[in-house]
């Protein structure tokens, strides 16, 4: 046989008609997909976990009185971040009756007053960049607020409540609670802490730009409530209120209303059927709401 044959028969391709058929169950191995990234929790001070929010804060004590000095502490926390170049916008929240701020940063589910859902409105308003700012009241938060309690609810000035607002407002203004608009802050608070809410917005109208006042009304009421002509110079007011609540009435709060309609002033009146005194539902979104369009 020719060389040139042999090689060209050596290189042919082997006949494979005869291999065993390709196996249907095989399965090429699969590339593993890359990992996705671990999503980023939202940073916050605040925690939500099943029955329980915790919220960092700090706490302060403010040496005040006419005659003799008395301690009164304020609980404040600031948001995580940068300050703006003023300051953060600053919300002062007032306790309601023997409630004190101590208890507004670590509170169950179950707690009293609807207490969960101010623990939402502290997450969402440090979230937001507002500071919180939460004065006690007389005796470490075991009493309540001086505003509607005669012979203070018409002596303003001769009240120890009206002394310490002037030693706190110094005390933000010395930048002791840190990098805060003294000049841009907000009031808010439930029951007294309501009727103290309208009546940082009467004494001192020139501090705060907004106020939310829950289950509470004007200044000076109570149970019995006359609410005089107002100004419309008014502070923008939101309330919120449960329809049922036997404790502050919601024909008080419409008294207010009114006088607020007919002076022309900017205000909005959510009220929760059903619910009692306690802070509602559409609290932790509509009060930081009302305070960003302000």
Known sequence: MPIALSLLIACAPEDVSDAP???PT??????????????EPTASRCTVEPGLIRCEHEITTI?????GLVPRDVHFQVPLGSPPPGGW???????????????FWEI??????GMWNQGLLIKELLDRGFAIVAPEAHLG???????????????WDLSTDHRFMLDLFAALDAGELGPLDSHAMYATGISSGGYMTS??????PERFRALAIHSGSWATCSTLCVVPALSPDHLPTLFL????????????????VDALDDASVEHRLIVEPGAGHEWIAPAPTEIPDWFEAH
């Open 21 to 23: 058929p390709a196996d």
């Open 26 to 39: 095989f399965e090429e191995p699969s590339v593993p997909a890359e990992p996705e990234a671990p999503v």
């Open 63 to 67: 040496m005040t009185g006419f005659t």
């Open 89 to 103: 916008p600053t919300v002062v929240m007032f306790q309601g009756s023997f409630v004190g701020p101590d208890t």
């Open 108 to 113: 169950r589910d179950d707690a009293i007053f």
């Open 141 to 155: 938060g075991t009493t309540a607020w001086d505003t509607n309690l005669p012979p203070m609810a018409f002596a």
């Open 199 to 204: 009546r940082v917005g009467l004494e001192y």
């Open 241 to 256: 209120q449960g329809e049922d609540d036997p404790l502050v009435p919601l024909d008080t709060v419409l008294d207010y």
